[in-house]
DNA sequence: CGAGAGCTTGAGTTATGTCAATTCGTGTGG
DNA sequence: CCACACGAATTGACATAACTCAAGCTCTCG
């Protein structure tokens, strides 16, 4: 069986482990390609292997919103189930490889493995509640609060996937980090430059070395 | 087979059809009490049959984000299908009442009926299409825009129910409204002010009558 | 080495928030 | 039934966080 090829690098998220015997392809994606693009219909959904991934919504009028910045062991796609259309775009910011899982391939299998269900529902629950903390973030945050829990959470995630949780480098430019939050890249970069005066970080263009893990939280947590 | 008094008043939508030999019990819950809470666990989804109900995130800190207004005929709790806790906690906004879907029951049912299991994916896809659309608002529009918009959303839900697409009464207050927005209610206060003295709307307290669609959407979707 | 994209920083503007006073509406108890 | 009280909404004056525009700097890659 070639599935297990496909596991995420990193540790392998524990929900990714039945989708394993899905897995019929790889597709490498190539930076700057689109794994899938708004109005596609897909039945599938893909685990990044190797790389990052955004997905973005595309409105008329040109403007674009990133929903979500992808690392290996996240699973993408899960806004397209749907007959109809995918709502949102799927853009590679590096060069990435995905695994595909067809759907009525899952339709198949579950028949046999019950407990896959659960996990399908599992991520696509995790995905609500993933997309309702950015609404947090948007709704009730300041900038600076916003920008620390984006470093935490990315932190969080590189970690779970057995980097360091204080020194890594992030894939995306100010810009877009800017669009996800809400806020313009030059906020973002003068809130960067703010954090690292006050001894938060240091940053030097995508490297970022947490320096107080402590202060970034009391950030989020704390003021009212 | 009770479940049929379960759908919603209004005109059903498609997606609950399926759901309706599911329904075991019905829950009332008076305005101002709780579904379910932040942190319970709850395998079960209930479908909205009256009434009106708000979903929200409650961090540590006290501050607290509306994630979600829901309508006769909407499902509310696909974002705590996960073994551990709800995420967050539905509020009734007025007297209302709800069907129980258990989801021990959906997993024995879709045994017979596979596509249910599609009805599920495409309830829980629609739910974070949902929430994507207002991240865009949140991210990417100015104050008006995002009051625009949540108006032309209700007038569209509400005369899909059935209601005048025109007239309707806001069940929710500025307060809520702001919140949900990412706006504080003087502001929503004074755009409501502002939306009908351009003749946009009409609007008294929580009545509201569209006068002008057009503008609305312009608003929304044209500039930039 | 040069060009372009990405990033930083400054100065000035503006949308939205904050604080505060007033009105409106609704429900309650005398 | 009236009057009062309380929460919700409106409106104004002012403060400020974040945006816009613009210039200059720094990588990277061809």
Redesign the pocket.
């Known amino acids: 069986m070639m599935g297990h090829v496909c596991l995420p690098v990193g540790m392998p998220a524990q929900e990714v482990e039945q989708l394993d015997m899905l897995v019929k392809e790889r597709i490498r994606v190539e930076k700057g390609d689109s794994l899938y693009r708004h109005g596609e219909k897909l039945n599938a959904l893909f685990a990044l292997r190797l790389g990052s991934i955004k997905t973005q919504l595309e409105e008329q009028g040109g403007q674009v919103q990133i929903t979500g910045f992808f690392l290996p062991g996240d699973i993408i796609g899960l806004d397209g189930m749907i007959e109809g259309a995918h709502s949102s775009t799927a853009v590679a910011m590096e060069d990435s490889e995905v695994c595909v899982v067809r759907l009525d391939e899952i339709d198949e299998i579950s028949r046999y493995v019950p407990t896959l269900q659960h996990q399908i529902r599992r991520l696509m629950s995790k995905e609500i509640g993933r997309s309702h903390q950015v609404l947090l973030a948007l709704g009730s945050?300041?900038?600076?609060?916003?920008l620390a829990a984006f470093l935490l959470n990315l932190s969080q995630r590189l970690s779970a996937l057995g980097y360091s949780s204080t020194d890594f480098i992030?894939r995306?430019?100010?810009?877009?980090i800017?669009n996800y939050l809400?806020?313009?890249?030059?906020?973002?970069?003068?809130l960067?430059?703010r954090f690292?005066r006050e001894g938060l970080i240091r940053?030097?263009?995508?490297e970022v070395r947490i320096l107080d893990l402590v202060a970034l939280n009391e950030l989020v947590g704390k003021p009212c």
């Open positions: 945050m300041r900038s600076e609060q916003r992030m995306m430019s100010r810009e877009e800017g809400g806020l313009t890249l030059e906020t973002v970069s003068r960067f430059s690292a940053v030097s263009q995508r």
